[in-house]
């Protein structure tokens, strides 16, 4: 859906082993107007277009893998369609339409076809990943990609985990610590968070701050 703008936008920008769009839009006044014609909002105000995915996808290089229900009355199966048609060749890949699917539920439609699908994606750029590595060039820049993938792949729930899915543990009481901490490697700096102690009363020791 609109999620489909970042990451179109990410990818144009940048190599990724895939990428994935999910019932997305090829364009954002499309969505709002759904009429066309010479004056239709999204032609009129074109130049003014949030989310110019149909130009971002032309751009991607990756692998794309398009899913989209056939009856979704939210984003119409026509932008998923559009996308695709303007993916570039070296990122074409087979898309899915999720017969009767709306908005919501492309998963929920046919589970052990959708989650087959996305294992064969995976399968796909692992296989991509492996021959560019076998030529010396091309692919992702991420020497760890192929093993990092294959991780991924083996996340998917199998169908019995789907059916029967463990049982959240309690969480345990953890220690004190930073509730955020992060590091900006570029510059060496790192900035640190600590929860704010409570104010002293008067005449007390108490402080409040970050160290």
């Known amino acids: 859906s609109i999620g489909s703008y970042p990451t179109l936008y990410a ?21 709002i ?14 130049c003014l277009e949030p989310y110019p995915n149909a130009s971002l996808i032309q751009k991607v290089r990756d692998p794309t ?59 796909h750029c692992e296989a991509r990943v492996a021959k560019a590595d076998e030529v010396g060039g091309g692919g992702s820049d991420d020497g760890d990609s192929t ?3 294959s991780r991924l792949s083996a996340s998917v729930p199998s169908a019995a985990e ?25 510059t060496h700096r790192a900035y640190d968070m600590r929860p704010v102690s409570p104010m002293a009363e008067p005449g007390g020791t108490g402080t409040a701050g970050a160290g």
């Open 33 to 46: 107007t759904r009429i066309d014609g010479c004056c239709a909002p999204h032609r009129v105000y074109a």
């Open 147 to 149: 093993s990092r993938l």
């Open 162 to 186: 789907r059916t029967h899915p463990p049982q959240p543990q309690p969480r345990q009481p953890q220690p004190h610590t930073p509730v955020l901490s992060s590091t900006a490697s570029d």
């Open 65 to 123: 893998f398009v899913l989209h229900g056939t009856a979704d009355d939210t984003v119409d199966c026509a932008h998923g369609k559009r996308l695709h048609a303007l993916s570039h060749p070296d990122a074409a890949y087979e898309p899915y339409w999720a017969a009767d699917a709306t908005h919501e539920n492309v998963i929920e439609v046919d589970p052990e076809e959708y989650f087959s699908r996305v294992r064969r994606f995976f399968a």
């Open 11 to 31: 990818a144009s920008r940048q190599r990724f082993l895939g990428v994935v769009l999910h019932s997305p839009i090829a364009a954002g006044l499309q969505v």
